[in-house]
């Protein structure tokens, strides 16, 4: 995966700039620490990806308060 030649997004929440951010690899979704953008990169396929993101959103990763 040449770096120069992927469009990396981060969430318009992410205030701090210390934010991981994605993209989109075809096949695979790429993640990366905005603050290391030369460091390692986590990658998933789409399924797994889908259902991180929809586990995200039923709340099955919220920490208690």
Same mark, same amino acid.
């Given at each position: 995966m040449p770096k120069t030649s992927v469009v990396w %997004? %981060?969430?318009a929440?992410?205030?701090s700039g210390q934010c991981v951010e994605v993209a989109d690899l075809d096949t695979e979704i790429a993640? %990366?620490?905005s603050q290391q953008p030369d460091g390692?990169?986590?990658r998933f396929t789409r399924p797994e990806w889908t259902a991180f993101v929809g586990g995200v959103r039923d709340g099955d990763f919220d920490f208690p308060h």
């Open positions: %997004r %981060r969430s929440k992410c205030e993640i %990366r620490d390692p990169v986590l």
